[in-house]
């Protein structure tokens, strides 16, 4: 696992996990980062040319004076793609990352070869009533400027375990199932993106209305219906963040897509079940197809 960085209108920092054969790009979810696919990336690797990249404003890859809103975050992907990777990729992304999925292979769909959903942030037919604090999270981040302050006063609380540790125990359904290794250079990130000042809390803020916005949108289903590659969508039934009902509703809108509901699993099954995860992608048929011809 190598850092490398690209000049994309400013840094774009990845991880290259090497490999050869069919590239895969993997896209992480809001609040996350290229360290996400820690734990499965070396097992694509064995058979793809495997990057996961830093969005803007997460991991190590500053805002540069960019925005990091969804739309802007599908750019930069689709730019990715062009001048870095330089031909068509499996597309591989979790929550945000897959919904950006979705917006890049519809609108490009010469850039992507297959497309991987990992839980995505995609509008659901089972929305629950918010809860009170919930609620309250919510308003703040209508208000300019308290939502950042609220997140950097939160940050100082918990210090970057306590970030981490938070973190795991909302998108794990075991957090303890999570490599120590993981866990451990996901803290060490934490600890350096403190150092950023306002910087930290302006991409959350504006990645999360933007995600949100877009989860509210009924056109979205429009570009769900403009995808033409090959499509699995992987969901942990136990998710908090985008309950199982969302990825069968997804299901039935394009039952041409597979599914596969990995049980017992929360938001982010690559960190915590990657051996299951790996299992539900090489199952794949699609995937199969493309890692045989890599290999002839």
Not at 52 to 68: I, K
Request: proline content about 7%; charged content about 15%; overall charge positive.
């Amino acid at each position: 696992m190598r850092h490398r960085v690209a000049n994309i209108d400013g840094p774009v920092h990845y991880l290259d996990f090497g490999g050869s054969g069919e590239q895969v790009l993997l896209v992480h979810g809001l609040a996350g980062s290229a360290l996400n696919w820690m734990a499965v990336g070396p097992g694509l690797a064995a058979s793809h040319r495997v990057l996961a990249l830093d969005l803007a404003g997460f991991g190590q890859t500053p805002l540069f004076g960019r925005p990091a809103t969804v739309a802007a975050s599908t750019a930069l992907v689709h730019r990715f793609i062009t001048e870095v990777m330089a031909e068509p990729v499996v597309l591989i992304g979790n929550s945000m990352g897959g919904h950006i999925g979705v917006l890049e292979a519809a609108a490009h769909p010469e850039s992507v070869r297959s497309l991987v959903l990992v839980d995505p942030a995609v509008p659901g037919k089972h929305v629950r009533r918010p809860q009170p604090l919930m609620l309250g999270a919510m308003a703040a981040l209508s208000v300019p400027g308290l939502a950042q302050n609220l997140i950097d006063r939160r940050s100082r609380e918990l210090g970057p375990e306590g970030l981490v540790r938070q973190a795991l125990a909302i998108v794990c359904a075991d957090p303890s199932r999570v490599d120590p290794a993981v866990v451990e250079a996901h803290v060490q990130l934490t600890r350096e993106r403190m150092h950023l000042g306002p910087q930290n809390s302006r991409a959350f803020v504006q990645a999360s209305r933007s995600v949100g916005i877009g989860m509210a949108n009924p056109r979205f289903w429009a570009h769900v219906a403009a995808v033409t590659a090959p499509t699995l969508v992987i969901h942990g039934s136990l998710d908090r963040l985008i309950p199982v009902s969302t990825a069968q509703d997804l299901g039935r809108r394009r039952p041409d897509w597979r599914l596969v509901i990995l049980e017992g699993v929360g938001h982010v099954p690559m960190m915590e079940a990657p051996d299951i995860f790996l299992d539900a992608l090489r199952s794949w048929s699609a995937y199969r197809i493309a890692t045989a011809a890599a290999a002839s």
